[in-house]
């Protein structure tokens, strides 16, 4: 027999289109070695460009996934995507809360990258009251956090507040991605306990931006499920999320990350 890896969960909606959602997840997932598991809470009817429609799975049947994979697997790491509705972050926090040494990296979806809801808004305060007090980290792009935080964030000092008092608020680190600043490079903010990090690569030049989100979440759970510490797990689902995108696709209107990057960091910094 093999060995057998270490295994990573998502909880997360379905991109029919599979850039995003559970189905990056996964991809993301197999390139760092991880065994992937998925528990579905929306199927979302999608490409890159649009969103059709939103069917949520039932809360129930949310936790019945997640019970029956967390019975049976020896799970090492879990994230959150799109979660939809209150009642299934509840839903999520009442089988997570009897996990509490699995380490649950939260990407707090609210919006699509085409501008779709993805979160009803009586359901931002779940994330905060409940959600967030299990979670290791935290990855808001800037209107998630400004969101969450009641505040603009729009210069590298004020990400470095918000991030900062969202930590201390929640009770878990949190990395502030500053893609949407604008900038010649793209800046995120980690801060973990007292200490703060800034991980910095220049912009890259691609259409493809859907998933981004949930590739990086992804890569930096499969990194933890794998034994890195924060940090580096961190610098490493950068350095993956740069190459996804370097080797993105598209075809004609529709574009889409390569998740699959056979780029080497070498080969990166040659694009
Ligand atoms: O990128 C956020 C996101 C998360 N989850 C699902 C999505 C998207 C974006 O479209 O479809 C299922």
Same mark, same amino acid.
């Not at 809801?117 to 808001?140: D, M, N, Q, W």
């Not at 500053?178 to 490079?185: F, K």
């Not at 980690?190 to 998933?211: E, K, M, Q």
């Not at 890569?219 to 933890?224: C, G, S, V």
């Given at each position: ?6 295994? @990573? ?12 959602? %559970?189905? /990056?997840?996964?991809?993301? =997932?197999?390139? =760092?070695?991880?065994?992937? %598991? @998925?528990?579905?809470?929306? +199927?979302?009817?999608? @490409? ?8 949520? +799975?039932?809360? /129930? ?11 049976? #697997? ?9 979660? =939809? ?32 809801? *993805?979160?009803? $808004? ?9 959600? #967030?007090?299990?979670?290791? *980290?935290?990855?808001?792009? *800037? ?10 964030? !729009? ?8 991030? !900062? ?8 680190? +949190? ?8 900038? /010649? ?13 800034? =991980? ?5 030049? $691609?259409?493809?931006?859907?998933? $981004? ?19 580096? /797990? ?14 993105? #696709? ?6 889409? %990350?390569?998740?699959?990057?056979? %780029?080497? !960091? ?6």
């Amino acid at each position: 027999m093999m060995n057998s890896p270490p295994i @990573t969960l998502t909880i997360a909606g379905s991109d029919c289109s599979a850039g995003a959602g %559970l189905q /990056a997840d996964l991809k993301t =997932f197999q390139h =760092f070695g991880v065994f992937g %598991l @998925t528990a579905v809470t929306c +199927v979302v009817a999608e @490409t890159p460009n649009v969103v059709r429609s939103v069917h949520a +799975v039932s809360p /129930a049947i949310l936790q019945d996934q997640l019970k029956v994979l967390l019975d049976a #697997f020896p799970v090492a790491a879990i994230k959150t995507g799109m979660l =939809f509705s209150k009642a299934h972050i509840v839903a999520v926090t009442e089988i997570l809360s009897g996990y509490p040494d699995v380490p649950l990296v939260v990407d707090p979806v609210m919006i699509s990258s085409t501008g779709d809801p *993805l979160l009803e $808004t009586s359901a931002v305060a779940a994330y905060k009251g409940r959600l #967030f007090p299990l979670a290791r *980290l935290i990855t808001p792009n *800037l209107d998630e956090a400004e969101v969450l935080w009641d505040g603009e964030v !729009r210069d590298e000092a004020a990400m470095e507040r918000c991030a !900062r008092e969202l930590s201390s608020r929640h009770g878990c680190a +949190v990395l502030l991605k500053g893609g949407h600043l604008g900038a /010649a490079e793209c800046a995120d903010l980690l801060v973990d306990g007292g200490g703060a990090s800034w =991980f910095r690569s220049p912009r890259i030049d $691609t259409a493809a931006s859907h998933g $981004t989100g949930c590739t990086l979440s992804a890569a930096i759970a499969a990194n933890l499920a794998t034994g890195a510490n924060l940090h580096d /797990a961190v610098a490493a689902a950068k350095d993956y999320l740069d190459r996804t995108l370097a080797e993105s #696709f598209a075809w004609g209107a529709v574009a889409a %990350l390569n998740q699959g990057t056979t %780029l080497t !960091r070498e080969g990166l910094k040659a694009t």
